[in-house]
């Protein structure tokens, strides 16, 4: 009697997983964030000429690069206060251009504008009717929101943000991201709504 063998069973053909090929991913859009922050500073060109140049001279001078003490904290918020103030009033400045073309500053009043140099400005020639450059409420409007612009370039400053808030705690860091912007959309809202037509010192100078 022959023993037969039994078949050893087949076993299947062993696959090896293919190593898995992770796509790259696609480089992620700018955020809404970014270009938030963009415009925030776009809205510096609203801001006097003069006032910007110290702001960003001075400031690292005042804060020690952000790295404030005893001293130097307050003297740096005094700058700020100054700023901000230089801001407030330049809305309230305009010019006019005499026959000979030079260009008179003057301070908007109740009863029109009040020239700083009016000898020189009158004996140039025969002037404009400064009553239509009185105050208006768009002036109000204007200097508020050139101070809260001023407010909202201010806290995006590193040196500034380092001086008075060295290490800010979670919620705090939120309101120096958010709040820069909430101030920037505002203003720029409220320039387009109420738009002016002075052009006062630090500004560029476009009447003929």
């Known amino acids: 009697m022959s023993i037969r063998q039994r078949p050893s069973p087949s076993n299947p053909p062993s696959t090896s997983p293919s190593p898995s090929v992770t796509p790259t991913p696609p480089p992620l859009p700018r955020g809404a964030l970014s270009q938030a922050l963009e415009s925030t500073a776009h809205l510096a060109n609203l801001l006097p000429t003069g006032t910007l140049l110290a702001f960003q001279l001075l400031t690292p001078i005042f804060t020690n690069n952000g790295v404030c003490d005893a001293a130097t904290r307050p003297m740096t918020a005094a700058l700020l206060v100054i700023l901000a103030l230089s801001c407030f009033l330049a809305c309230f400045t ?106 006062g010192i630090g500004y560029p100078v476009t009447r003929d």
């Open 94 to 199: 305009d010019s006019i251009k005499s026959l000979d073309g030079q260009i008179y500053y003057g301070f908007a009043t109740v009863k029109g504008l009040w020239l700083f140099d009016n000898t020189a400005a009158t004996a140039a020639g025969p002037l404009p009717d400064l009553s239509k450059y009185r105050l208006s409420f768009i002036d109000a409007v204007h200097a508020v929101s050139s101070v809260l612009v001023f407010v909202s370039v201010a806290l995006r400053d590193k040196n500034v943000t380092s001086c008075f808030y060295p290490t800010p705690g979670h919620e705090a860091q939120e309101v120096l991201d958010i709040g820069p912007i909430g101030i920037g959309l505002i203003c720029s809202l409220l320039f387009v709504i109420f738009p002016t037509r002075r052009h």
